[in-house]
């Protein structure tokens, strides 16, 4: 069962590797890793951590059950719990950090903690406007496991390409006169 993130209950970590700069071989810091797919059992666990947050906010929790009703959980119910844990994100809902996705520190690590056993696919996404982007994907199983230190490990290499640069033509600005 995934877990909220707390000082006072330590997480066993199930993924964890490195984003690499294909030009350079050195760690990007920086790039958001998301779980592009995972078993059911996380997705649901996903799913139990969001309705935790929206229990407080009524309006959406209305609408999430909706959505939801009594479907059953699928692949594709990731991508739901993705975009209104995005939603919790830019509203700042979120009291501990999204356990969908990581960002990599400064040399170039991520991890994720407390992840049920199957198979992973993971997404390392670099943007920064107007200079670099980038995104690789790979695949991990994640293995039941009782050891403390024990945790599949993934490695991504990542090719920057130029980003585009961004002008006033860009940005459709109307104006009232």
Not at 60 to 69: D, F, T
Not at 111 to 140: K, M, W
Not at 142 to 167: G, H, M, Y
Request: glycine share 6%; proline share 7%.
């Amino acid at each position: 069962m995934l877990t909220s993130i707390r000082p006072d209950h330590p997480q066993r970590v199930a993924i964890a590797g490195t984003v690499i700069n294909a030009a350079t071989q050195e760690g990007l810091p920086q790039v958001r890793v998301r779980i592009a797919h995972a078993p059911l059992a996380c997705v649901q666990d996903f799913l139990t951590i969001l309705e935790e947050v929206l229990v407080s906010h009524p309006h959406l929790m209305a609408h999430y059950q909706r959505l939801m009703g009594e479907r059953p959980v699928t692949s594709a119910t990731l991508k739901l719990a993705q975009v209104l844990f995005d939603a919790c994100e830019r509203n700042q809902w979120l009291a501990t950090p999204r356990p969908d996705q990581a960002l990599t520190g400064g040399d170039g690590h991520y991890c994720f903690v407390e992840l049920p056993p199957g198979d992973y696919g993971l997404t390392a996404t670099l943007y920064i406007p107007n200079l670099c982007q980038g995104s690789t994907h790979g695949r991990v199983r994640v293995d039941p496991s009782d050891q403390w230190l024990a945790f599949s490990a993934l490695d991504l290499t990542l090719s920057r390409s130029e980003a585009p640069r961004l002008t006033s033509s860009h940005y459709n600005i109307s104006y009232a006169v």
